[in-house]
T-cell receptor, first 111, second 112 residues
Framework: KQEVTQIPAALSVPEGENLVLNCSFT??????LQWFRQDPGKGLTSLLL?????REQTSGRLNASLDKSSGRSTLYIAASQPGDSATYLC??????????FGKGMKLTVNP | DGGITQSPKYLFRKEGQNVTLSCEQNLNHDAMYWYRQDPGQGLRLIYYSQIVNDFQKGDIAEGYSVSREKKESFPLTVTSAQKNPTAFYLC???????????FGSGTRLTVV
């Protein structure tokens, strides 16, 4: 059964830092990996989707990489801002063909 | 703008009542999903539907029921058999299996 892990569960940083958020998954046979952002009491906003044939995707200050063989993905946030404060979730689609989520990482960016 | 609309945003249920959560999408997506989110836990799949008039149980389907009579709509009923229904419920859709998921804004259900 696929398991997705995000460590640490929470991170607090000063504004302006470059951040690396980690995601690991146990079964490397995935079709794609998706990063989401969730603000308190809100739904999920898709940030980036990486297909299994890709190694990375970029959108603005965000860059996500995928290493299927090692079962890892990294979300890089450049020049963090207080508005980046949210919970970030990683999810994969594998053999079950349904999205399997990690528990998320709560990010706080302090002004 | 295309998207997913969930209603109501907040819902209160008395013990023994059935309640229905609405999910509508205008993205022309084939697949729709219901997830439950509890504090400190990841999202867990309740039910999903890949095509009209067909749906499948997810990991925690007990105490829930769904229907998919129209492509745009995938309502979730939380029945009295669900013993711990207080949670945040999220609906999602995708163009097909393995494609990017789009989520609604969620419904917070509380048992009173």
């Amino acid at each position: 059964k696929q398991e997705v892990t995000q460590i640490p569960a929470a991170l607090s940083v000063p504004e302006g830092e470059n951040l690396v958020l980690n995601c690991s998954f146990t079964d490397s046979a995935i079709y794609n990996l998706q990063w989401f952002r969730q603000d308190p009491g809100k739904g999920l906003t898709s940030l980036l989707l990486i297909q299994s044939s890709q190694r990375e995707q970029t959108s603005g200050r965000l860059n996500a990489s995928l290493d299927k063989s090692s079962g890892r993905s990294t979300l890089y946030i450049a020049a963090s801002q207080p508005g980046d404060s949210a919970t970030y979730l990683c999810a994969v689609i594998g053999g079950s063909e349904k999205l399997v989520f990690g528990k998320g990482m709560k990010l706080t960016v302090n002004p | 703008d295309g998207g997913i609309t969930q209603s109501p945003k907040y819902l209160f249920r008395k013990e023994g009542q059935n309640v229905t959560l609405s999910c509508e999408q205008n993205l022309n997506h084939d697949a729709m999903y219901w997830y439950r989110q509890d504090p400190g836990q990841g999202l867990r799949l309740i039910y999903y539907s890949q095509i009209v008039n067909d749906f499948q149980k997810g990991d925690i389907a007990e105490g829930y029921s769904v229907s998919r009579e129209k492509k745009e709509s995938f309502p979730l009923t939380v029945t009295s058999a669900q013993k711990n229904p207080t949670a945040f419920y999220l609906c999602a859709s995708s163009l097909r299996d393995r494609a990017s998921y789009t989520f609604g804004s969620g419904t917070r259900l509380t048992v009173v």
